[in-house]
């Protein structure tokens, strides 16, 4: 089983509509984070949180919200979902006790709006 | 804006040849680089991390960074056709920034 899981990993919806990513790991980390990748764009940070009190936003959040229910869940919506918001979303954790900024990344969820 | 550049590619390469794959960054008190390795729909998993001048090597793969010319490159010794992806390079910039700022990645593609 994957360390950093993501649902749903595909999603097909349209303008208008709330949409929930949830991401849920194993790894015992502190640091969650949200990312978007969009083709030739790379990847860009929505939000992330360094712990269940603690949440902050990255540089594209306008449109995004997210929720840290626990230690080990971090869920990202889109309150009004837009066709520009469609992309590869990443969840991804990194190690506070180790001082590495290294990322552990899910499996990704595409998200297609129409 | 802090930035992280890279050359989109594609880089095309024989197999057996060396791959050198290079990145820039704008911020001169960034503390952490790591390279990444993305196949197609797949999500990045790490290459290599480099946190000090000069060269690290593990099998294939060497990092080198200088900090001095903000740059820092990969080298693929030996490229197999498997080496073909796209190549991230990822840098913790200063001024207490938070998470990893990612360039556009380059493709690189490995001849048989």
């Known amino acids: 089983d994957a360390d950093v899981t993501q649902t749903p990993r595909n999603r097909i919806t349209k303008t208008g509509k709330r949409i929930m990513l949830e991401c849920s790991q194993t790894?015992?980390?502190?640091?969650m984070y949200w990312y978007r990748q969009d083709p030739g764009l790379g990847l860009r940070l929505i939000y992330y949180s360094f712990d269940v009190k603690d949440i902050n936003k990255g540089e594209i959040s306008d449109g995004y919200s997210v929720s840290r229910q626990a230690q080990a869940k971090f869920s990202l919506s889109l309150e009004s979902a837009i066709p520009n918001q469609t992309a590869l979303y990443f969840c991804a954790t990194s190690d506070l006790g180790t001082g590495s900024e290294e990322l552990f990344f899910g499996e990704g969820s595409r998200l297609t709006v129409l | 804006q802090k930035e992280v550049e890279q050359n989109s590619g594609p880089l095309s390469v024989p197999e057996g040849a060396i791959a050198s794959l290079n990145c820039t960054y704008s911020d001169r008190g960034s503390q952490s680089f790591f390279w990444y390795r993305q196949y197609s729909g797949k999500s990045p998993e790490l290459i290599m991390s480099i946190y000090s001048n000069g060269d690290k090597e593990d099998g294939r793969f060497t990092a080198q960074l200088n900090k001095a010319s903000q740059y820092v490159s990969l080298l693929i010794r030996d490229s197999q056709p498997s080496d073909s992806a796209t190549y991230l390079c990822a840098v913790k910039l200063g001024g207490g920034a938070d998470g990893l700022t990612f360039g556009k990645g380059t493709h690189l593609i490995i001849q048989p």
């Open positions: 790894k015992g980390h502190d640091r």
